[in-house]
């Protein structure tokens, strides 16, 4: 079935176009903000239809030719086909939708920081074909669309991406396409590069003996094991005054020119002569960002526990204790043994389990700060803490990721002033 006409007047954080008509909603693959469209349906539900474009009716005001060359093929970004003012509009429309049906508030208005528009992401994740070419996956499949260049990626990443891939050749010819995908993680000084497959003994060797020496930190994932071919096996990084060592799978922020901003908005919020709490602490990057001394961090990663505990020694920290545990472990009697006065998060996609929300809602924590880069499933949480007596104090946005609909909140959450008597 063919819809004729219908107009996009959103975007989803995948990327597909929302229109409605007939009294349904409609997602579309590949559409454009503001255009005018026909597409055929591909999914029939009761109350939405999934559609693909067919043609453009009448052109969208917001769009603009993509200076990418793999844009309509590639599935890194979704909206670069779309200003960048518009996008930001897009963003703020995505943050304040998802707390109006999942939390009953309405904003106004929403500041959201902007970023420059390109290269600015330190890390990369790149499919690796049988014959050692760098690729992304086409969108809404798993074809490989093969790059030479990310428009994203910061400059140290694109000057070396074809001396990178130069090293997947020639592994994966000798050794029948064994890397199935690396990532590309670059600090101001260092590139370092995961490579991910099923290597034997005989590619160990080799790899080992043509690379030890490698300009680059190579590391081998596969399975649990990771083997350092060459270097420290770890970046060091700089957010202001504080430095950082960052593993091979520590979290670390993709956008080198906001993680600043981010960690100064939360820092805002939180303010001065706080204890912190700071569950998913990762490698304390945050944490040490947000607060100078005086922090418990919580993290289910073992080895960014260790990185935790020597950042906090590179840093001079004189109060502070990482905890290798699931965010669950804590409990109200640990928030009043260890004298907490605030808590920070910053979660996986998924968001807090519903248990956490009621473990710090429970202790009598009077201040949360929220780092969120989903707002579905933060507005789901607001709601939480809402409904055991907190309240929504301050909302600021950060732009992370340009030419995609993610984004990056930050929210200061106080608990009502009744709820504390």
Do not use: W
């Not at 099923?198 to 590391?219: L, P, Q």
């Not at 060091?236 to 960690?263: H, M, P, R, T, W």
Request: glycine share 6%; proline share 2%; with cysteine.
């Amino acid at each position: 079935m063919i819809l004729k006409d219908i107009q996009i007047i959103d975007i989803l954080q995948d990327g597909r176009g929302v229109a409605r008509t007939e009294g349904k909603t409609v997602f579309v693959e590949n559409a454009v903000y503001g255009e005018t469209l026909d597409a055929e349906i591909i999914v029939e539900k009761k109350n939405f239809l999934e559609a693909r474009k067919i043609n453009t009716k009448i052109k969208s005001d917001y769009q603009r030719k993509p200076p990418c060359p793999y844009f309509y093929e590639c599935g890194g970004c979704s909206i670069m086909d779309i200003n960048y003012e518009t996008q930001i509009k897009l963003k703020k429309n995505l943050i304040k939708n998802a707390l109006k049906k999942s939390a009953s508030i309405v904003l106004d208005d929403l500041e959201i920081v902007a970023s420059p528009e390109f290269r600015y992401r330190n890390k990369i994740r790149l499919q690796v074909d049988k014959d050692g070419g760098l690729n992304y996956l086409e969108t809404y499949s798993k074809k490989m669309v093969r790059i030479k260049d990310c428009l994203i990626a910061n400059k140290i990443i694109s000057e070396n991406l074809s001396d990178i891939e130069k090293i997947s050749i020639d592994i994966n010819q000798k050794f029948e396409g064994i890397i199935e995908e690396i990532s590309i993680r670059a600090s101001k000084n260092n590139i370092l590069l995961n490579l991910q497959g099923n290597f034997d003994t005989n590619a160990i060797a080799y790899i080992k003996e043509k690379y030890s020496n490698s300009i680059y930190n190579i590391n081998l994932l596969f399975g649990r094991d990771l083997i350092i071919i060459s270097g420290s096996g770890y970046l060091d990084y700089k957010i202001g005054q504080k430095e950082f060592k960052i593993s091979a799978n520590d979290f670390y922020q993709v956008n080198d020119y906001q993680i600043e901003n981010l960690y100064g908005i939360a820092r805002d919020f939180l303010g001065e002569n706080q204890k912190l709490l700071d569950l998913y602490c990762g490698s304390a990057t945050s944490s040490m960002s947000i607060n100078d001394d005086n922090i418990v961090g919580v993290e289910i990663n073992k080895n960014a526990i260790k990185d935790a505990k020597e950042n906090a020694k590179r840093n001079g920290l004189k109060n502070y204790k990482f905890i290798a545990k699931n965010a669950r472990f804590i409990d109200s009697n640990f928030i009043k043994k260890e004298k907490i006065d605030a808590v920070t998060v910053d979660p996986p996609r998924a968001g807090l389990d519903k248990e956490v929300v009621k473990t710090i809602a429970n202790s009598g924590i009077d201040k949360i700060v929220y780092i969120s880069c989903n707002p579905q499933t933060l507005a789901r949480d607001i709601k939480r803490f809402v409904d055991r007596g907190y309240k929504l104090e301050k909302i600021k946005a950060v732009d992370m990721f340009p030419q995609t609909m993610h984004v990056e909140t930050v929210v200061l959450m106080t608990r009502n002033l009744d709820d504390r008597l």
